[in-house]
């Protein structure tokens, strides 16, 4: 069966149809032909692992890490990284195309880079090496090189994991020099700051990441003039710290207890924390800005509306972009609109990106 790849979509498979059937075909890139040898029936669609490469992109280059195609972290690592980035861009087009919405500003894609840069994973210990699921597999992998991490981190881990059982999740800072586990506080550096975190509270991939997101909205709350904010899910405080010492009062959200300690820990009495489920408020004071970084869920129709209630500028950060674009139907509805969109590739290599997105309502 010869098969056209026409794009690639959001799980990273290449996608397209032959003799009446679609195909997902993973490791292709748009625009190649492939021969499907043999396929598997995936409810409306059929996989397959098993095919030869006719016509070959120009953009396929070969993958940076031993590993891949086996562990189950990567599968774009085959394209070129500025096509990834290409590749992200359609996939969100795609995704606003599907859901009716349609945006006045063209999305911004953002990137700390490739490889290098992740300072926060996930390891397996087996048999005294770090390892990651296989591919489409709960099966474990060992490995011994993993090109988006920090090479020091890897380092580290690898010495360390020998004494570990099941997953350990990991932290580093490139700047401070901190690993964990081991200590009650690690301390990160974003863009000059330090910012302390307990053991398995949420932070993002790297420091570079989070500099990305802090200057994003540093950027825009300069551009509001906002002088009040309330900082949703607001974690260790990172986005508060960069808020408060602006000079604009912030109120933080949050309930996991670990994550109000480092809040307490970053912002001691500078910034007031609401120790409270986000999801289950029914009003919101009234402030100059909310920012809103949310599990993968999203904010959901009615955390949407009560933000909408009680501000007139959002910087809503999704880490599943397809919830995001449910929930701006919502803010539309209540007179909002996009002003600007950034895509941050966080993840290389991977289909996953994030989206930042700041919304303002219409005069």
Not at 16 to 30: H, L, N, R
Not at 222 to 247: I, M, N, P, Q, R
Request: hydrophobic share 35%; net charge positive.
């Amino acid at each position: 069966m010869i098969v056209q790849i026409a794009k690639i979509i959001s799980n990273g498979c290449g996608i397209g149809w032959a003799d009446g059937k679609t195909f997902f075909v993973p490791f292709t890139c748009p625009g190649e032909t492939v021969e499907i040898r043999s396929s598997v029936k995936e409810k409306s669609f059929y996989y397959s692992e098993d095919f030869d490469i006719l016509e070959a992109s120009p953009k396929r280059r070969k993958p940076l890490c031993k590993h891949y195609g086996i562990c189950g972290g990567c599968s774009l690592q085959h394209v070129s990284y500025p096509a990834q980035l290409e590749i992200k861009k359609a996939v969100f087009t795609e995704l606003l195309k599907q859901n009716a919405v349609t945006l006045d500003v063209e999305p911004v894609v953002m990137t700390p880079g490739e490889t290098g840069t992740r300072t926060r994973a996930k390891f397996f210990a087996l048999k005294g090496r770090p390892a990651y699921r296989k591919k489409r597999s709960n099966d474990l992998v060992a490995i011994g090189q993993c090109p988006l991490l920090d090479p020091v981190f890897f380092e580290k881990i690898k010495a360390d994991i020998a004494k570990r059982k099941g997953n350990v999740q990991y932290e580093y800072s490139k700047i401070t020099g901190d690993f964990m586990p081991g200590m009650k506080f690690l301390r990160k550096s974003v863009c000059r700051k330090t910012i302390k975190i307990k053991e398995n509270c949420f932070f993002q991939s790297s420091e570079e990441g989070a500099g990305i997101m802090a200057e994003l909205l540093m950027r825009e709350a300069g551009e509001l003039g906002v002088k009040t904010a309330a900082d949703l899910f607001c974690g260790s405080g990172l986005f508060s710290l960069f808020l408060t010492e602006s000079g604009i009062k912030t109120t933080g959200y949050e309930i996991v207890p670990d994550s109000c300690a480092s809040f307490a820990e970053n912002l001691g009495n500078r910034a007031e924390i609401v120790k409270t489920d986000a999801y289950k408020l029914r009003e919101l004071e009234k402030t100059d800005l909310v920012v809103a970084d949310p599990p993968r869920e999203g904010l959901g129709k009615q955390l949407s509306e009560i933000i909408c209630e009680s501000t007139d500028n959002v910087v809503y950060i999704a880490c599943e972009p397809p919830n995001l674009v449910r929930d701006l139907k919502t803010f539309f509805a209540k007179g909002f609109s996009v002003k600007s969109l950034y895509l941050l590739d966080l993840f290389p290599d991977t289909p996953h990106f994030e989206a930042f997105a700041v919304l303002k309502r219409n005069l």
